[in-house]
């Protein structure tokens, strides 16, 4: 007897959500399908959950490329079978895994659109927002990214107030926050630079209007009273540019208290 069990792309919370909603299926006598020809193996009558078993398996062992390709074979030959939702899902989960992000939220999208009622939803927004999050740059670059990973975070905790994932989700607003104030600090040091001080006051004035509680805030302020005083730095504007890199805010959540359950972050956070 074999009965599914489903991680998360990161193993955290999901075990006994997914057990509930996805994979109530239990598998009688399934042995494996990969040493029959293509006709017997679509031909088993639990041919689509034997796939789904030997999809699992691979994503347990860190295969996921081949876990890709199986859970994408129970998509195609068996899109209305009691596994497609699962297929569905930790296709996302692979590609994730796979750093593939963008691949991964329209998987995940998708799955929101297939399945709106479904009770895995709040993951699946989560993941959402993941796969914005992963791909933030640093703050010289376009800031898309961390707005869209706000955006879905915030629609997380707004429609799932009490899921596992809010005090993380939570977190990681904060992060993302803090990452588009020091975006705006670096344009505005850019308009310094180039004696547009107009162009400056406005990007500090917007900063500290919608970003009071971020680290940059403080420099801000100074940076602004300055250029309204009439001594903006010349030489020296160097030295007010915020640290290009992301290591500060990526590691925001390190130093918050685990949520209970928690398991390791990716080697790649």
């Known amino acids: 007897m074999l009965k599914f069990q489903l991680r998360a792309s990161r193993p955290v919370y999901l075990a006994g959500i997914f057990l509930l909603v996805l994979l109530s299926t ?14 017997e193996r679509y031909a088993h009558p639990q041919a689509a959950e034997i796939l789904a078993a030997e999809g699992m398996e691979a994503f347990d062992r860190g295969r996921y490329r081949r876990a890709l390709n199986i859970f994408q074979e129970v998509k195609d030959r068996f899109p209305f079978s009691s596994v497609g939702p699962l297929a569905e899902l930790k296709a996302a989960d692979a590609n994730f895994q796979l750093r593939r992000y963008q691949e991964a939220h329209t998987l995940y999208q998708e799955f929101e659109n297939n399945h709106p009622t479904n009770e895995a939803i709040p993951y699946v927004l989560f993941q ?14 376009d800031p898309a990214h961390a707005i869209n990973a706000i955006a879905v975070f915030s629609r997380l905790n707004r429609a799932f107030p009490d899921s596992p994932y809010a ?3 939570a977190a990681r607003i904060l992060a993302a926050r803090d990452f588009l104030a020091r975006h705006e ?13 107009d162009q400056a006051t406005g990007r500090l004035q917007y900063l500290l209007d919608t970003y009071p509680e971020s680290d940059t805030a403080p420099a801000a302020e100074e940076l602004l009273a300055a250029i ?8 020296r504007w160097h030295e007010w540019l915020p640290d290009l890199s992301i290591g500060n805010w990526r ?3 390190d130093a918050l208290s685990p ?6 972050e990716p080697s790649d956070f």
């Open 128 to 141: 959402m927002g993941m796969s914005h999050y992963r791909r933030i740059d640093s703050i010289d670059r």
């Open 228 to 235: 309204e005083a009439g001594t903006p730095p010349g030489r």
């Open 167 to 169: 005090a993380e989700a």
């Open 185 to 197: 600090m670096y344009v505005a040091v850019y308009f310094v630079r180039t004696k547009e001080y």
């Open 26 to 39: 239990t598998l009688l006598g399934c042995g494996k399908l990969g040493s029959a020809g293509k006709e």
């Open 251 to 253: 590691g925001f959540f």
């Open 259 to 264: 949520v209970p359950g928690a398991g390791s």
